[in-house]
């Protein structure tokens, strides 16, 4: 069985998607059609980025989730058994099965990033990964400390993401680095996503969520609040309200596509940020002759 894998922020560059554009008709209609949904070029700020704005949430999230979903659908032999997405990329695992159409993702998408967008110019909030220490020692920290900081991300085994309150994610970095952590890297991200900070956004999003119709998806897909498979479109749905503050669960959904027989995986993104993390979830429970691609 095959999996395909879709990236969030990070994996986006200057000059994304042109190759799709420049040989596939319908990559470059779809490409269009996304400049006319949006009301500006944002093939532009893909191929070019004169004005150095991919890296902001309202282009970056928007730029990725089309690039995604172009990819899957002029793929010769797109016939996946499941999906997952991290972070953004479960909207464009959601459009790639057809929960959701290219259109309806893409003004969702844009909802979600021009909320969030806004949200990071109102809080100081960042994100920080931190490898070395298992799950619970960095969750109790977090837990003790001030509540204002949360785990956001369960990547791969010893490499979780924390999310809050900057003045906060650094005093508690800087106790984790005198406990073990073996590394920490503060994120190119503007706020703290998948955390209470980002409540706001969830109840705007909701009132949204709930006017897009969502369709039964061709295979299970795994979505980031729990890590298991869905076919469900009301519980898909409710899953993509709660996304917006809950941690990304992404060991436990490579864990569980594991347990079903999944053979390989492929990642769809950019630029390829997801096969590491993969490959460490596979050592970790002996599964490394399973592809990844």
């Known amino acids: 069985m095959k999996a395909y894998l879709f990236s969030g922020q990070g994996s986006q560059f200057v000059g994304m998607g042109k190759d799709l554009y420049d040989k596939s008709f319908l990559a470059k209609r779809l490409f269009q059609l996304s400049n006319k949904i949006l009301n500006f070029s944002i093939t532009s700020v893909m191929f070019e980025d004169k004005k150095n704005i991919l890296k902001y949430t309202r282009y970056t999230q928007i730029a990725i989730y089309i690039y995604s979903v172009i990819k899957t659908k002029i793929l010769n032999n797109f016939n996946p058994d499941m999906v997952a997405g991290h972070s953004l990329g479960e909207f464009s695992a959601l459009s790639s099965v057809g929960v959701l159409s290219f259109e309806d993702g893409l ?10 967008q806004e949200i990071c110019e109102n809080t100081d909030g960042g994100m920080a990964a931190i490898f070395g220490l298992e799950d619970k020692i960095v969750e109790s920290i977090c837990k003790e400390k001030n ?14 993401v924390i999310s809050g ?13 005198k406990i073990g952590t073996t590394k920490i ?29 969502f ?3 061709k295979c299970p897909i795994y979505q980031n609040v729990t890590g298991n498979s ?28 594991i347990s079903v027989g999944v053979s390989s ?29």
């Open 165 to 177: 309150e900057l003045k906060f994610l650094r005093k508690i970095c800087s106790h984790l680095k």
């Open 147 to 160: 509540g204002n900081v949360v785990p956001s991300n369960y990547n791969a085994p010893k490499q979780i």
């Open 107 to 116: 003004r969702l998408v844009k909802k979600r990033a021009d909320i969030m």
């Open 265 to 293: 995986f492929e990642e769809i993104s950019p630029k390829s940020i997801l096969k590491g993390m993969v490959k460490k979830i596979l050592i970790e429970f002996n599964k490394k002759k399973c592809k990844i691609m």
């Open 215 to 217: 369709k039964k998806p």
């Open 230 to 257: 869905v076919t469900n479109c009301g519980e898909i749905k409710r899953n993509i309200i709660k996304h917006i503050t809950s941690p990304v669960k992404w060991k436990q959904t490579i864990k569980n596509m």
């Open 185 to 213: 890297i503060y994120l190119p991200v503007h706020g703290a996503f998948h955390s209470p900070i980002m409540e706001p956004a969830k109840k705007k999003l909701e009132n949204i969520i709930k006017n897009i119709t």
